[in-house]
């Protein structure tokens, strides 16, 4: 057995093929995949999927015949699913798989394997896809800043100016539920909950009105419908001119 790792844009790339087919035939097939979550667009990396969250697997054939490559639609797909055959995505041309992931955190296990219209096996493949954790980041909204020059918020953040936005970004969240709106986000100020002022409740505005210094600390969490015990949270604390701010 030999396993080929390479990541590919957004997509990682997992080649498993059995050593002594490859030899003989040349044919193999990798498994690009990713979940169907939320990033930010500055973000470089993929999108991870999450507990119950959508997952796309795209196989990609190498199968050469007669000195021809064969294409995906002259091909067919048998995907297998932690043991369990999947009918529905299996057949002629089907080289992608779309499954939602394990509620509870388990990883996938993923098999595909190719076959001619007779039914004769060319390649195989598998993958073992892990949800990953969501998290919560917060930033500082500056629009004249280079977005991929965009550093996280973490400790104390001083507030220079009168009047500063700051935005929580759901990384790995679940695309559907966000658009849905089945993600709550909640704000408070040491420990006392505020409003989020504007229509996305992803973003804070902070208004200093005094000129003293003081700090607060800040909490924002967020919390999805479909997984109500799973909380994410981030906290920071505001360093500004001022003792006395609205929200």
């Given at each position: ?198 229509e996305n409740p992803r973003l804070f505005t902070v208004v200093a009105i005094n000129q003293s210094n003081g700090k607060a600390k800040l909490t924002v969490t967020a919390q999805n419908e479909a997984t109500p015990f799973k909380v994410m949270s981030q906290i920071i604390t505001l360093g500004f001119g001022t003792q006395e701010f609205n929200f």
């Amino acid at each position: 057995m030999k396993i080929l790792i390479t990541l590919i844009s957004s997509f990682l790339l997992i080649t498993v093929s059995n050593f002594v087919d490859a030899q003989t035939t040349g044919n193999t097939v990798d498994l690009l995949w990713e979940g169907e979550t939320y990033t930010p667009t500055f973000y470089a990396g993929r999108s991870l999927p999450s507990a119950g969250s959508l997952v796309r697997v795209v196989a990609m054939p190498n199968v050469i015949q007669n000195g021809q490559r064969l294409s995906s639609s002259q091909l067919v797909f048998k995907w297998v699913k932690d043991q369990n055959p999947i009918q529905s995505a299996s057949g002629q041309g089907k080289d992608i798989l779309e499954y939602r992931a394990d509620q509870g955190g388990a990883s996938s296990i993923i098999n595909v394997e190719i076959l001619t219209k007779s039914g004769e096996t060319l390649a195989k493949s598998r993958a073992m896809i892990p949800p990953s954790v969501p998290k919560l980041v917060l930033y500082r909204m500056t629009p004249t800043v280079n977005p991929t020059r965009t550093r996280a918020l973490t400790g104390i953040v001083p507030i220079n100016s009168s009047e500063t936005t700051l935005i929580a970004e759901p990384f790995f969240f679940s695309t559907l539920d966000l658009a849905n709106n089945r993600v709550f986000f909640d704000w408070q100020i040491n420990g006392t909950r505020v409003g989020a002022q504007r229509e996305n409740p992803r973003l804070f505005t902070v208004v200093a009105i005094n000129q003293s210094n003081g700090k607060a600390k800040l909490t924002v969490t967020a919390q999805n419908e479909a997984t109500p015990f799973k909380v994410m949270s981030q906290i920071i604390t505001l360093g500004f001119g001022t003792q006395e701010f609205n929200f």
